[in-house]
Antibody, heavy 123, light 107 residues
């Protein structure tokens, strides 16, 4: 079964740091780009960051650039999001998701999602 | 970043109704857009990719279309399980950006 399982969320003070993990199973992790998406309680979805299958390319939303770092460990089938200089507005549920491609290499969306992990930034 | 303007923000409809949700991109994004459904307390689910391609396992009452910078998600005959929130996501370039969402409620 294809599965993603996030962990590492919790309560952290403003200015603090937290590292989220996303354990993947049931598919070839090392062949898949991976994305983080977040959602403030009661609000919409916000795309956060993506990393290529090899880890050689990364992109970020402007709201987290310079503070968050996405990385991966392919032998461990695990995706990470290192979050530094956290702010109250980073309080959200964080989801990891798998990027998918058609057989002709056309991008075809985020086809597998984890259940999410909650980050609360508060003093 | 590309702006995605989604409308309406909320919609009330009845079982059996045909509903349409729209996203407008701030620039030409070709057909690089997906639609996602999210139910309360759950992770989003991919419905449509590349503007009009139905994801495997998604009922055929869902369809997507594109015209210029305007994209439409149509549900042909609402079922009880379709009452949820819906989001578009442009994947034309980074950073990818979501629309603000549409909450579909039972009338």
């Amino acid at each position: 079964e294809v599965q993603l399982l996030e962990s590492g969320g919790g309560l952290v003070q403003p200015g603090g740091s937290l590292r989220l993990s996303c354990a993947a199973s049931g598919f070839t992790f090392s062949s898949s780009a991976m994305t983080w998406v977040r959602q403030v309680p009661g609000k919409g979805l916000e795309w956060v960051s993506v990393i290529s299958d090899s880890g050689g390319s990364t992109y970020y939303a402007d709201s987290v650039k310079g503070r968050f770092t996405i990385s991966r460990d392919n032998p461990k089938n695990t995706l990470y999001l290192q979050m530094n200089s956290l702010r109250a507005e980073d309080t959200a549920a964080y989801y990891c998701a798998k990027d998918s491609y058609t057989t002709s290499s056309r991008y075809s969306g985020l086809d597998v999602w984890g259940l999410g992990t909650t980050v609360t930034v508060s003093s | 970043a590309i702006q995605m303007t989604q409308s309406p923000s909320s919609l009330s409809a009845s079982v059996g109704d045909r509903v349409t949700i729209t996203c407008r991109a701030s620039v030409d994004i070709g057909n690089d857009l997906g639609w996602y459904q999210q139910k309360p307390g759950k992770a989003p689910k991919l419905l449509i990719y590349a503007a009009s391609n139905l994801q495997s396992g998604v009922p055929s009452r869902f369809s997507g279309s594109a015209s210029g910078t305007d994209f439409t998600l149509t549900i042909s005959s609402l079922q009880p399980e379709d009452f949820a929130s819906y989001y578009c996501l442009q994947d034309y370039n980074y950073p990818h950006t979501f629309g603000q969402g549409t909450r579909l409620e039972i009338k």
